[in-house]
C-alpha cells in the first residue's frame, strides 16, 4: 500500500474515532472528552432536533450539553455507516445516528410505564479540520429523519436537571 493510501486509512480511522468520540462524551459524561473534540468556535445547526442552530465557543457548547443532559438518566447514541470524503486538512464525515434518551419515572412525575424514552433517528453531517492535535468538529448538522417514545422526555429531563442545579 502507498503511503498515500495508508495516510488516507489512518485519516479515516482518526476523523471515526472523533464523532464516536461525540457519542462516547455524552453518554458516559465525559465532558473532558466531549470538549477535546471541538475547534474553539463551532457551528451547530440542530434545527431538526428543535436546538437553535449558530455558531458558539466549544466551552459554551460543552456547558450546555452538560446542562441538558444532566436530567436524562441515560442516553446511548449510536453512530454507523460512515462516509468519508478527506480533502488535505479538511474533512466531511456523514454518519447515520440513533439516539435513545431514558429518565427514571418518580413517585408523580406522571409517566406510565414505557413512557421514559425518547428515541430519535437519522444523520449527521460532520466537517472535520485537521489541527496539531489531530482531528477537531468545526460543524456539525443533525438531521433527525424519525422520532419515536414520547416527546416530553427531554422536557423532563430538563426540568430534573434545573431542580438538581437548585
Not at 480533502?87 to 406510565?112: I, K, P, Y
Not at 482531528?135 to 426540568?159: D, F, M, Q
Request: net charge negative; glycine share 10%; aromatic share 10%.
Amino acid at each position: 500500500m502507498s503511503e498515500t493510501g495508508l495516510d488516507l486509512l489512518l485519516d479515516r480511522m482518526a476523523i471515526s474515532d472523533v464523532v464516536h468520540a461525540y457519542a462516547t462524551g455524552l453518554d458516559r459524561r465525559d465532558w473532558t472528552l466531549f470538549r477535546s473534540i471541538f475547534t474553539d468556535s463551532i457551528e451547530m445547526k440542530f434545527d431538526s432536533a428543535g436546538i437553535r442552530s449558530g455558531t458558539y465557543s466549544a466551552d459554551a457548547w460543552v456547558r450546555s450539553a452538560r446542562r441538558l443532559f444532566a436530567g436524562f438518566s441515560a442516553t446511548q447514541h449510536t453512530s454507523s455507516n460512515h462516509v468519508h470524503d478527506v480533502r488535505g486538512d479538511e474533512a466531511t464525515c456523514v454518519s447515520n445516528m440513533q439516539a435513545e434518551h431514558f429518565v427514571h419515572r418518580e413517585e408523580g412525575d406522571g409517566l406510565a410505564d414505557g413512557d421514559e424514552r425518547w428515541t430519535l433517528g437519522g444523520y449527521y453531517v460532520n466537517e472535520l479540520v485537521r489541527q496539531p492535535g489531530g482531528w477537531k468538529l468545526a460543524e456539525v448538522t443533525l438531521n433527525v429523519t424519525w422520532r419515536s417514545g414520547n416527546p416530553e422526555v427531554p422536557k423532563i429531563a430538563i426540568a430534573r436537571g434545573r431542580a438538581a442545579e437548585e
